[in-house]
């Protein structure tokens, strides 16, 4: 059993900021990546932000130098700092975990998804 629990959806007008939360109920070391993708209607899921165990990260275009994600290993929660939020960054987005149980095997689980919406 993996539960990936999101929080910190919502509505903001354009210039806003919110944080997205999401925990998992899966060891630490087991996990290799989190991220956040994310999903506007006729569009196809994109990477938005992600983390390897190593501390790497990485974002899509769209979004760098306004949203940061991060990782609290601790809490085995990954976050999104989503800055300067504008109207085109509405979308639901999705947590995704990737990791390894064993030699032979690997996972991958997503969140049920968090609705942003910025208005303009």
């Known amino acids: 059993q993996v539960q990936l629990v999101e929080s910190g959806g919502g509505s903001v007008q354009a210039g806003g900021s919110l944080r997205l939360s999401c925990a998992a109920s899966i060891s630490i070391f087991m996990i290799d990546h989190m991220g956040w993708y994310r999903q506007a209607p006729g569009k196809q899921r994109e990477l938005v932000a992600g983390?390897?165990?190593?501390?790497?990260?990485n974002y899509a275009d769209s979004v760098k130098g306004r949203f940061t994600i991060s990782r609290d290993n601790a809490k085995i929660t990954v976050y999104l700092q989503m800055n300067s939020l504008k109207p085109e960054d509405t979308a639901v987005y999705y947590c995704?975990?990737?990791?390894?149980?064993?030699?032979?095997?690997?996972?991958?689980?997503w969140g049920q998804g968090t609705q942003v919406t910025v208005s303009s």
């Open positions: 983390i390897t165990s190593d501390g790497h990260r």
């Open positions: 995704n975990v990737r990791g390894t149980y064993s030699i032979e095997s690997k996972f991958e689980y």
